[in-house]
């Protein structure tokens, strides 16, 4: 049986030395990537500060705007259910009254009935066709509003979305750190 020599002190020191600068060594890196994590929580934290500072100084102005655009969006909306009323028809001869009149009468009654049927045609057909240039007319005004709003919007550093848009009217710092991250 052989016998087993205990390990040199010096052995022993050095895989002490190892193991501790080994520990030391991984201890630094997590107090390393703390800091780090804290500088950039500093730095997010900073640049949110400066966020909610510049949107208070905004805040008029972005409200002013954010209403202009929603007032056009729901402009948009409501001129898009609105449907043309026709004018009204003129109404046919009755048959019970008609039947009252000679056949030259008839004839002369109809005659007359073609001819208001005709110009109603005429004038709901006119009708018809200012109506909806002035449909067209108020969908490009309110169009433009929209995109000026929007486009005045955007220059504030305010996204597009309906999110940014309540946050930065609001100042909501959650809301405009959400809106930031976009």
Avoid: I
């Avoid at 205990?6 to 020191?13: D, I, K, T, W």
């Avoid at 056949?103 to 004038?123: C, G, H, K, T, V």
């Avoid at 057909?125 to 509003?145: D, I, K, P, S």
């Avoid at 996204?159 to 909501?172: E, F, H, I, K, L």
């Amino acid at each position: 049986m052989r016998h087993q020599r205990p390990p040199s002190p010096v052995l022993l020191a050095a895989l002490l030395a190892v193991l501790l600068v080994g520990c030391n060594g991984a201890e630094r890196q997590r107090r390393e990537q703390e800091a780090r994590e804290q500088a950039a929580a500093a730095q997010r934290q900073r640049q949110l500060d400066g966020l909610v500072g510049r949107c208070r100084q905004q805040q008029p102005a972005v409200r002013k705007l954010v209403q202009e655009h929603d007032r056009s969006v729901a402009a948009l909306s409501q001129l898009t259910q609105q449907r043309y009323a026709p004018l009204p028809r003129p109404a046919a001869p009755d048959p019970a009254v008609l039947d009252r009149f000679t056949r030259e009468d008839q004839e002369l009654e109809q005659e007359r009935y073609a001819q208001a049927l005709a110009r109603w045609r005429e004038a709901d057909g006119a009708e018809r066709r200012r109506w909806e240039a002035g449909q067209e007319a108020r969908r490009l005004e309110l169009t433009a509003r929209q995109s000026e709003a929007r486009e005045a919007l955007t220059k504030l550093g305010v996204a597009a979305t309906p999110a940014a848009r309540s946050a930065w009217s609001r100042c909501d710092p959650q809301g405009l750190a959400a809106a930031a991250l976009r």
